[in-house]
């Protein structure tokens, strides 16, 4: 089961939910500072029954190498706020994310990242990908606190559940009979704490990944690019072609160059790390003071 919590009606006072538009010939009223993350949405879970509620986001989406990758983090009753600083990862430097992780691995009842490397990704699908690699996530937790319950989604669309008609994903790796429910509320990422915390664990997991990568594959810069399609890491596929860890069943930049294929396009369009790489926001570029980017408004 699905269901979309929408930020504009969910959100409680103060929250993220959009003000109206000003008023033609006034100016706008000045900018509230963010709200952090926070539990309110998962505690509403816990109300209603859940004994245990997991965070979940991925990364990785729209890279052109290396795997997607998953994280989530698993909260009850009884667990406490987030630590000091949490946000959503793609708003906090490399410095901050990575500041935070010895915190975020003793908050909540358990955490972990799951994979799926691009042969998987090539075999099943993006979507497929990222359901295999939530639900590895997923086992990896259940082994020390068992199954979750629900499972708060960032964004619009559940790709954690299996269609009901199948995929090739039963060919990748063995599936739960029945998953857990599954709530998509559109800027998790931005308003609950536990899927910025998964956010932040995932994202730091994949970058140290694909740094220690980019020593075997030195010619793609995936230190700097993390696989994503920055110039330089089109350039490079220009010149070198694709290496093993390319994801090769899309049309990559620089080979047969654009438009791309399907997949790479929906996957650019759902990754935000990849969108700041192709207008030439590096990562860790163009940050706020303490260690936070500025809203997409704040940079224009």
Same mark, same amino acid.
């Given at each position: %089961? ?27 009223? #000045? ?17 209603? =029954? !859940?004994?245990?509620?997991? =965070? ?30 949490? /946000? ?9 994310? $990575? ?23 090539? *075999?099943? =699908?993006? @979507? ?8 590895? /996530? ?33 060919? !990748?790796?063995? *599936? #739960?009979?029945?998953? #857990? ?15 910025? !915390? ?6 730091? *997991?994949?970058?140290?990944? %694909? ?21 330089? +890491?089109?350039?490079?596929? $220009? *010149? +070198?072609?694709?290496?093993?860890? +390319? ?6 930049? =620089? @080979? ?6 399907? &997949? ?17 926001? #590096? ?12 809203? &997409?408004?704040?940079?224009?």
């Amino acid at each position: %089961m699905t269901d979309l919590l929408d930020p504009r009606t969910t959100a409680p006072a103060g929250g993220d939910a959009a003000a109206g538009a000003p008023t033609r010939g006034r100016a706008a009223p #000045p900018r509230s500072p963010r709200s952090a993350p926070h539990l309110r949405h998962e505690r509403v879970l816990l109300r209603e =029954g !859940a004994r245990l509620v997991a =965070g979940m986001d991925e990364v990785g989406r729209g890279s052109l190498a290396g795997p997607v990758s998953v994280g989530v983090v698993v909260v009850d009753a009884s667990t406490r706020s987030a630590p000091q600083g949490v /946000a959503d990862s793609k708003l906090l430097t490399p410095a901050a994310r $990575r500041a935070l992780v010895p915190r975020l691995s003793r908050w909540g009842l358990a955490r972990a990242v799951g994979h799926a490397s691009a042969a998987e990704i090539d *075999e099943v =699908g993006i @979507i497929a990908a990222l359901r295999l690699a939530g639900t590895r /996530a997923l086992a990896v937790v259940a082994t020390s606190i068992g199954p979750v319950d629900v499972v708060l989604l960032d964004g619009s669309h559940d790709w954690l559940t299996p269609p009901a008609q199948g995929d090739l994903f039963a060919a !990748a790796g063995p *599936e #739960p009979a029945a998953g #857990p429910r599954v709530v998509v509320r559109v800027k998790a990422d931005r308003t609950c704490a536990t899927v910025a !915390a998964a956010s932040v664990l995932a994202k730091c *997991e994949r970058d140290a990944l %694909m740094a220690d990568l980019a020593g075997e594959h030195p010619h793609y810069g995936w230190h700097e690019n993390k696989g994503y399609a920055s110039p330089d +890491h089109v350039a490079a596929l $220009r *010149e +070198h072609g694709p290496c093993v860890l +390319h994801r090769r069943s899309w049309r990559l930049p =620089g @080979i047969g160059g654009w438009p791309a294929g399907d &997949d790479l396009v929906a996957a650019l369009d759902a990754d935000e790390d990849a969108a700041l790489l192709l207008a030439g926001v #590096p990562d860790g570029d163009g940050l706020a003071g303490g260690g936070v980017r500025p809203s &997409d408004a704040d940079r224009a």
